[in-house]
């Protein structure tokens, strides 16, 4: 045999290898292009560096030789419908060590990417090294939930699979991102759901159940699109970022695994003197907080999470001067910043999240307290707004705190961890006030005798007024700062400055490195 012979075991395993790939299944690829999606290769080879995808269990297939030929099998569910294996992803920006991760994708030209027994078997399979290596993961986790079709080994409920378990063990252990394009259904939604961060594209449904599921339990039929689409979605906070397609999603999660994977050089920021006027002077004038966070940050680092949930709280990752961090913001526009219910729990939720991967975390402040009242108490005010401050309590990255215009009571503690001095540094503009509780609502609790004694309404009204500007101007930043409330106040077109010098300070000799702890879901 010449050295350029090749023997028939090697050949017969470059036979069996070109039956994995995509081209082996023209008919399969053609229709999910023609459904504007992209095969879990293709979404892998964009994902990863090049050369980087070890796979792992490519010549699995389905566990169904009892009723179908294992040629069929052979041919047409490669993987057991699911791709997986180690890779690296952003080498060129952190290196081998940093960029190594793990993906997974369930494949949904094969058997609408249903979740198979060799399928789980591979899950339990990654996800233990996974632990074991401590690898960042992304799971594309489009599919259609539980498949009863395989009948090579005996079952009753298959209930004791353990990969459910597993995966959602890795919560705190890992960073891990869903990925998910289309119809995402019962396991498949629970491998989204219990991930720390999920991308979604705009034709996205997601559910704990799918149509078959809701048929069988007696609640009708459902179109799959309708089960649970993502203007729901997006807008109840069970999607971080809503993209147009899988290149896009792609591109984003890119980004946002870069957050957890450490600092980059230090990009330009914006006009930092904009900042002097970018708040209105007025206290009940709404604004969009969006372009303060934008100029603070380097450029085109910004990724704001659950936009449409809870709009009244803004959580983002951003770089300033390349390091990663994690944003808190009132946004005035909704609810004038009040913090809500939903509001706390996704503030919660973000502040665990940063602390169990170590990313320091910068709150910007404009709150007029939690919002009151029977209505926001009738959604659990009590224990949800309180969730806010259990975290924020039990962070051990750093904190720092800029008041931008009104800091008052539960609320803004709530922001700062607590207290105005739990934070390394708390730091106000010059036009912020600070409070108990709302000025004018001070003024007409403090004074209640004084003005039911003034019988016309012009001149009690005239009293509140006056008995307000007096407490706005004793509630004046530099008041607090001359009592040493607070740290400083500052020049807002120096807060870039001063937010990434402190955090370099407060990081040099301490690892806030993943903390062990898990990340709640919601």
Not at 164 to 182: D, E, N
Request: proline share 5%; glycine share 10%; with cysteine.
């Amino acid at each position: 045999m010449s050295d350029d012979a090749i023997r028939d075991d090697h050949a017969e395993l470059l036979r069996r290898r070109a039956l994995t790939e995509d081209a082996a299944r023209p008919d399969a690829v053609s229709r999910r292009h023609a459904a504007n999606g992209r095969t879990a290769r293709e979404n892998i080879d964009d994902l990863v560096d090049p050369g980087s995808f070890v796979e792992y269990g490519r010549f699995t297939i389905a566990a169904q030789r009892f009723r179908r030929d294992l040629d069929d099998l052979i041919a047409r569910t490669p993987a057991d419908g699911l791709v997986a294996g180690t890779a690296r992803i952003n080498g060129a920006l952190f290196g081998p060590a940093r960029s190594a991760c793990a993906v997974l994708s369930y494949d949904y030209t094969v058997l609408a990417g249903t979740q198979g027994y060799l399928g789980h078997r591979k899950k339990d399979r990654l996800f233990d090294l996974i632990e074991r290596m401590r690898l960042p993961t992304v799971f594309f986790a489009e599919g259609g939930g539980g498949r009863p079709g395989d009948t090579d080994f005996p079952t009753v409920s298959s209930l004791e699979t353990r990969a459910f378990k597993l995966w959602a063990q890795l919560s705190g252990v890992v960073p891990r991102i869903a990925i998910v394009k289309g119809r995402c259904f019962a396991g498949n939604a629970v491998i989204a759901g219990a991930s720390d961060l999920i991308v979604a594209t705009q034709e996205t449904s997601i559910g704990m159940g799918g149509p078959a599921m809701i048929a069988g339990g007696g609640l009708g039929d459902v179109h799959p699109d309708e089960v649970g689409p993502i203007s729901m979605q997006d807008a109840n906070g069970v999607v971080d970022v809503v993209v147009a397609d899988e290149p896009e999603a792609v591109a984003v999660t890119k980004r946002l695994l870069s957050y957890f994977q450490g600092s980059t050089p230090p990009g330009e920021g914006g006009d930092q003197t904009s900042l002097r006027t970018m708040i209105p002077e007025r206290d009940r004038r709404a604004y969009d907080v969006g372009p303060v966070i934008r100029t603070l940050a380097d450029d085109d680092s910004v990724t704001i999470l659950r936009p449409r949930f809870a709009r009244e709280m803004v959580t983002a990752f951003a770089r300033i001067e390349g390091r990663a961090v994690g944003i808190i913001a009132n946004d005035t526009r909704y609810m004038a910043g009040a913090i809500t219910a939903p509001a706390a729990d996704k503030a919660a939720r973000f502040l665990q999240l940063c602390d169990c991967y170590g990313i320091p975390v910068v709150s910007l402040i404009d709150c007029p307290g939690y919002m009151v009242g029977p209505t926001a108490e009738a959604e659990a005010l009590v224990r949800r707004a309180s969730r806010m401050l259990v975290a924020g309590a039990a962070m051990r990255v750093p904190l720092v705190a800029v008041i931008l215009r009104r800091g008052y009571g539960l609320g803004a503690q709530a922001m700062t961890g607590g207290s105005l001095h739990e934070p390394v540094l708390t730091v106000a503009w010059p036009g912020a006030h600070l409070g108990p509780m709302g000025l004018e609502g001070a003024v007409r609790l403090g004074l209640r005798r004084e003005l039911e004694a003034i019988a016309d309404e012009n001149e009690r009204e005239e009293r509140v007024r006056q008995a307000t500007a007096a407490a706005q101007e004793n509630a004046k930043a530099l008041n607090a700062a001359a009592l040493f409330e607070i740290d400083d106040v500052i020049d807002p077109a120096d807060t870039r400055r001063i937010i990434a010098e402190t955090l370099t300070t407060a990081t040099a000799h301490v690892d806030c490195g993943p903390s062990g702890r898990f990340v709640d879901t919601w």
